[in-house]
């Protein structure tokens, strides 16, 4: 299971490598124009780096799926299912690299940005201003939250599983197009369908399951519910292999 | 060994295998032969775990084939498979962490013999240089069975050759040898077995040198004589 990890990673390693660059990129950029005082160029580098977060996270699912498509429908699949390997076995490595991955960058992110935000704050002398305003909008709302670290944390933990949930849907999607509707009519709207199927599930139980519980709990409902259904699909898509699977 | 039981693989409305059942002994090397179409690809891409019969089942050493049975059957594609990024190390390295019966003295060995350098990129490599580096890294597992898919495709006639002394020195009493090739001429020198599909079915299977010996017929003239012009023509 560990070979397979490795290689799980090796395949995409070169992604995250351009996505840590160009987010040090930004990030250097971010201090110079914060410490010259150049305020427009700071605002942009600020909006490059929330982009860099969002999209690097997101990119990282997306590469994930690109990778389990090409290993079930180009010839180098054979590299990975000649291995004596179950279907489980394979897909949980890829469930399993994803996984962490998106953990690394979001913590990553996470902690960047907190250090960012202080520094911007620090530099201004205007954080402890900032907050309590933003407070006081949230509670002119009737939302009842206390903005803080525990907050964002929650959030982004939220964001991370349910991205994570939202890869695994798309394995399973992608396995079904690929070994059940191989060659039939209309094999991609259907498996796009289904996918949508499946968020619209995940989103309803979210939603249902969470509706009268205190906001700073639903965070990590949220999370539980996206982890269980990434379960769940993980058990389908890999039996699915197991069953119907020929590269 | 390897044993196919009404074998049969459909695609859609294509009938690539069809009800294909035949023993394969340990101690043997087999030509697998026929034309493009004929169902040699599939059938061994089943025997090798990669792809589940629609109906039939092949057994290995009394089990079915599958997760457990790809740690003694080597398989060699005849279209490149190796992840773009690796080089031949890399491949080595791989074959290495993934098949115990794997050697890398042996696959360094091969590639040497193949006049290819373990720093080449797979990105990079011309077809010949391809397939013989499929073949090595192949070759280099000490496997109960091995099924090379086209081996000589691509290949010049030296590093042909070369390639023979490895296949011929790869057979061993407990072994089994399939290979697939569209050069019959290359075969007879190297197999003692002979399986002719047509168009999924399986035609004929022939021991090469007691047919050489009873009727005079070489495995290429079988092979006119079976898949010639209009079914087949008497050559022999």
């Given at each position: ?8 990673f ?10 840590l ?10 201090l110079?124009?914060l410490?010259?005082?150049k ?11 929330v982009?860099l977060a ?9 590469q ?30 890829k ?18 940005g907190?250090?960012d ?19 006081e909008?949230?509670k002119?709302?009737s ?14 933990l ?10 695994v849907?798309a394995?399973?999607a992608?396995v079904?197009?690929?070994?059940l ?11 796009l ?6 968020m ?21 409902w ?6 269980a259904?990434?379960?769940i699909?993980?058990?389908a ?11 | ?33 026929g ?28 089990e ?5 049975s ?7 594609s ?5 992840y ?9 390295l ?26 080449l990129?797979?990105k ?14 192949t070759?280099a ?5 091995w099924?090379l ?36 001429e ?5 197999a ?11 035609v004929k299977?022939?021991?090469i040198?007691?047919?050489r ?11 006119r004589?079976?898949?010639g ?8």
């Open positions: 299971m560990l070979n397979l990890i490795k290689y799980e090796r395949k995409t390693w070169m992604t995250k490598l351009i996505i660059a160009i987010t040090a990129f930004a990030e250097i950029a971010f110079i124009t410490y010259t005082n305020e427009g160029l700071n605002a942009l580098t600020i909006l490059l780096l982009m969002f999209g690097g996270v997101l990119l990282i699912g997306i994930s799926i690109s990778t389990m498509h090409q290993d079930m429908n180009t010839k180098q699949g054979y590299m990975l299912y000649m291995t004596p390997n179950s279907c489980y076995k394979i897909l949980g490595s469930v399993i690299e994803n996984g962490l991955s998106l953990l690394v960058a979001g913590a990553f992110f996470f902690a960047l907190a250090l935000i202080t520094l911007v704050f620090g530099h201004s002398g205007e954080l402890n201003q900032l907050r309590e305003m933003v407070n909008f949230m002119q709302l939302l009842g939250v206390q903005l803080d670290g525990q907050m964002f944390a929650g959030f982004t939220s964001f991370l599983c349910s991205w994570l949930g939202t890869v849907a394995y399973l992608d079904i197009s690929t070994c509707l191989s060659g039939k009519k209309y094999n991609t709207w259907v498996s369908l289904f996918f949508i199927l499946l619209w599930l995940t989103g309803y139980a979210q939603v249902s399951l969470t509706q009268n519980l205190p906001i700073r709990s639903v965070f990590l949220h999370s539980l519910i996206s982890l259904f990434a379960a699909m993980y058990v898509t890999a039996f699915l292999m197991d069953r119907h699977l020929s590269v | 060994m390897l044993k196919s039981e009404a074998v049969t693989k459909v695609f859609g409305s294509q009938t690539a295998v069809d009800q294909v059942s035949l023993t394969l002994e340990a101690g043997h090397i087999y030509a697998m032969l034309p493009n179409g004929s169902g040699k690809t599939t059938w061994m891409k089943m025997a090798a775990g990669l792809s589940k019969p629609t109906s039939g089942r092949i057994l290995f050493k009394g079915p084939v599958g997760v457990k790809r740690a003694s059957i080597a398989y060699m005849t279209e490149p498979y190796f773009p990024w690796m080089t031949l190390k890399d491949v080595g791989y074959y290495q962490d993934f098949f115990a019966d794997f050697s890398m003295a042996r696959y360094q060995e091969l590639l040497k013999r193949c006049d290819l350098t373990e720093g990129k797979t990079a490599l011309s077809s010949g240089m391809m397939a013989k580096a499929k073949i090595a890294v070759l597992r000490d496997a109960s069975v099924m898919d086209e081996p000589f495709n691509g290949i010049d006639l030296v590093a042909r050759d070369r390639i023979k002394e490895a296949i011929i020195e790869a057979a061993a009493p407990d072994k089994v040898l399939v290979l697939s090739s569209h050069l019959v290359e075969m007879e020198a190297i003692d077995k002979g399986i002719f599909l047509r168009k999924g079915q399986l299977e022939v021991d040198e007691t047919e010996v009873e009727t005079g017929c070489s495995i290429a003239d079988e092979y004589q079976i898949y012009a209009q079914g087949g023509t008497e050559v022999c």
